[in-house]
Antibody, heavy 121, light 107 residues
Framework: QVQLQESGPGLVKPSQTLSLTCSVS??????????WNWIRQHPGKGLEWIGY???????DYNPSLRSRVTISGDTSKNQFSLKVSSVTAADTAVYYC?????????????WGQGTLVIVSS | DIQMTQSPSSLSASVGDRVTITCQAS??????LNWYQQKPGKAPKLLIY???NLEIGVPSRFSGSGSGTDFTLTISSLQPEDIATYHC?????????FGQGTKVESK
């Protein structure tokens, strides 16, 4: 069973960089057809896909965030990370990491529990 | 981006009721649509993929239908454990986009 766990600061100051890590167990981020995603949910709102990374190092990002977002992987630790630069209050959200299986179908089939990040001075 | 519009935004229903939630895409997404269930304080959980295929372990009272731009999630007989928010998601085009969610509450 694949498990994902987000970690990182719960409070970030405006204009700084938000950094989160997702630790994966039960699957390897360095192989397979899986894509490793970040998704966020603003308080009381819907879900927003941020982007993903494949084990080849290939990434894709939501154009609305592309200029501020970087997703990277650390295969030695079986972790992947999210950085969002120049944050504002609008980046306050619960951030989820998730595994996408992209074969004949594409599903976000495993999720972390989510971590709340508040942007405030 | 493809816009996904769910309706209603919320609904109240009694145990045993039939519940229907709709999701409309701003353009043809064929059948590339998933449904997720999210309980308060929890991560979303995959219910249905490719518009109408039930994920393993999901009760058969859940069903999905539709193609193109119009999709439906139906709960044939609402159970207490179905109280949650339901999200549709398209994966025909990047960026993947979600509906705003439909909150199902107990009447």
């Amino acid at each position: 069973q694949v498990q994902l766990q987000e970690s990182g600061p719960g409070l970030v100051k405006p204009s700084q960089t938000l950094s989160l890590t997702c630790s994966v167990s039960g699957a390897s981020i360095s192989s397979g057809d899986d894509y490793w995603n970040w998704i966020r949910q603003h308080p009381g709102k819907g879900l927003e896909w941020i982007g993903y990374i494949h084990h080849t190092g290939s990434t894709d990002y939501n154009p609305s965030l592309r200029s501020r977002v970087t997703i990277s992987g650390d295969t030695s630790k079986n972790q992947f990370s999210l950085k969002v630069s120049s944050v504002t209050a609008a980046d306050t959200a619960v951030y989820y990491c998730a595994r996408a299986i992209m074969t004949a179908v594409t599903t976000l089939e495993s999720w972390g529990q989510g971590t709340l990040v508040i942007v405030s001075s | 981006d493809i816009q996904m519009t769910q309706s209603p935004s919320s609904l109240s229903a009694s145990v045993g009721d039939r519940v229907t939630i709709t999701c409309q895409a701003s353009q043809d997404i064929r059948y590339y649509l998933n449904w997720y269930q999210q309980k308060p304080g929890k991560a979303p959980k995959l219910l249905i993929y490719d518009a109408s295929n039930l994920e393993i372990g999901v009760p058969s009272r859940f069903s999905g239908s539709g193609s193109g731009t119009d999709f439906t999630l139906t709960i044939s007989s609402l159970q207490p454990e179905d109280i949650a928010t339901y999200h549709c998601q398209q994966y025909d085009n990047l960026p993947w986009t979600f509906g705003q969610g439909t909150k199902v509450e107990s009447k």
